[in-house]
């Protein structure tokens, strides 16, 4: 069923209720018609069910389980990039499934040595809204505004494994398959590559250090990039967990 974010909660879960603009406009360009069902996502509980009334009338239906994607928690701990390319950064990471985005501090870091404004934050955060929405992906991802120097970067992400995108590693999906991490962090270093320094602390810390192709990628592309794979490489391995009966159709098994 399609749905849409709210900004706010609607005060109650039944009943007559005037839609926001924005979800009108929605509507609207969706060409919903009258009974048209749907999902309204508030930021936390459950979602709520609703149709389409009127012309800004909606009735909502109670609420509903909120819809969910199988997706590997990715946290991006990345390197800022220069201005409005941290809104293709949050686009792709959105499509790649990113569960949180976390501006790093390194030595060469040009831009994202600040916390972002609160105008960049929302800019961003509506980004990633409009995005998700697109793509039909009901969790939206969480975006920090502070940045986090790079030696405490492990200390503040949980995750099964930590990875560090770096060229000329070890591939990542030959790591990958052998840890079959349930969560993992990829850092992205800046533009200019991760000072020798950075790079020995690493590896006191236990990084893993991966390569995803032999180009060098711009901030932007190799984070999302190193997340789809992430996020492809668990597909396969659930989907390699089940019987051949359930992975094809009759007949293709065979």
Do not use: N
């Amino acid at each position: 069923m399609r749905f849409f974010f709210l900004d706010e909660a609607p005060d109650r879960l039944e009943g007559s209720w005037k839609a926001p603009a924005e979800l009108q406009h929605h509507l609207k360009a969706l060409r919903f018609g009258p009974e048209e069902r749907f999902l309204l996502l508030p930021p936390e509980g459950q979602a709520i069910a609703a149709r389409v009334a009127g012309k800004r009338e909606l009735i909502l239906e109670g609420g509903h389980t909120r819809p969910e994607l199988p997706l590997l928690p990715v946290t991006l701990a990345t390197a800022w990039p220069k201005g409005k390319r941290a809104e293709d950064l949050v686009v792709r990471a959105c499509e790649a499934g990113v569960a949180r985005i976390q501006p790093v501090v390194f030595e060469r870091s040009v831009a994202g040595r600040e916390a972002l404004s609160g105008h960049q934050l929302e800019r961003l955060k509506r980004v990633a809204k409009e995005c998700c929405q697109q793509l039909r992906r009901p969790t939206l991802p969480v975006l920090e505004a502070e940045p986090c120097p790079l030696d405490q970067v492990q200390a503040t992400v949980e995750a099964d494994r930590a990875y560090c995108l770096h060229p000329g590693a070890p591939l990542l999906a030959e790591t990958w398959r052998e840890d079959q991490p349930s969560s993992a962090t990829l850092l992205v270093g800046p533009e200019g590559g991760i000072a020798e320094e950075e790079l020995a602390r690493l590896r006191e810390q236990e990084w893993s250090f991966v390569g995803l192709l032999p180009t060098i990628l711009r901030i932007e592309a190799a984070g999302p990039l190193g997340a789809a794979l992430c996020q492809h490489l668990a597909e396969v391995a659930v989907r390699g967990s089940r019987a051949p009966h359930d992975r094809f159709g009759k007949g293709q098994a065979e």
